[in-house]
């Protein structure tokens, strides 16, 4: 599968801080692949390989109305031949099937690519994984590879293990990036350098994040960061937003014209904090941070609707993207 034949993610230097002190990095994942990009390109690798291996032509997968990995899977499905099923929270969303699509880029683009749509209730999507649940799914749908919500299993940290380079070993001392489901943090942090630490910023409430990255790797040079700062997964703030459209005015340069984009659930958070700990004197002296993009920007144009529609301030670099 040539979709899988990336080359490495170039590196573009995000800002500068304590007179050129610190360093910080963006490795730009996101530009991998137009429409599978960033982490989910990693994390389907070896998924897409392995049902391609065993003969199976259809792929189940799991999410809400605006996952970029439902997205992903869709596109990446579509590229490689693959038939893919979407099981989206939200029973609603089948109710009106055009009105839905109409409003949510998100599943609209899944739909366009073919992906066929299954729309649970929230108290089933809780209980996706447990028997009886699945049984009900292979009943419907005889024979699928069966794909985790957000990728994350053993064969998706294998693809994010390839991630990092041989310079970004040896040239960073922070490796950071923000987590769903904990897969790409685990790759990260089983493939860095013994001096090297990892920065994880989890995009959900809680303090489970440690333990899921745990599930895949018996390493221990990593902080998990929870979000405690904006209300939880896909919850914002105007000053989240108005740090956000800043920092990409600031990105366009004559050398990068394009600027570097971040969205609102992963990545802007992750950069909002980091350079938090940085005036804050946590992470001091002369360093160097490379800070990964995971992608997620097919998700921008919905959220900033979503914004809009709310009287909030909203993301005024969206159509550059």
Known sequence: MKIFDVKNAVNQRYREFNNGAIVVDIKREDLLNTHVSGNKLRKLKYNLLQAQQKGINTVLTYGGAFSNHIAATAAAGNICGFKTIGVIRGEELGRDLEKTLNSNKTLQTAHQLGMQFKFISRSDYRVKYEKEFQQRLK?????????????????????????????????????????????????????????????????????????????????????????????????SSDGLIKFMNGRFRESVTEQNPKGIPLEPIYTGKMMYRLEHLIKSGVISGETRILAIHTGGLQSVAGYNDMLEKKGKITLDYINEI
């Not at 005889?142 to 990728?151: K, S």
């Not at 990255?213 to 902080?223: C, H």
């Open 139 to 235: 009943a419907e749908f005889i024979e699928f590879y069966n794909i985790p919500e957000g990728g994350t299993n053993q064969l998706a940290v294998k693809g994010c293990e390839e991630i990092l380079t041989s310079v970004d070993k040896t040239t960073y001392d922070y490796i950071c990036l923000a987590a769903g489901t904990g897969g790409t943090a685990a790759g990260i942090i089983n493939s860095v350098e013994s001096h090297q630490r990892v920065l994880v910023f989890s995009a959900l409430k809680g303090d489970f994040m440690f333990d899921e990255i745990a599930k895949y790797t018996d390493r221990e040079n990593f902080m998990v960061f929870n979000e405690d700062r904006f209300g939880g997964y896909a919850k």
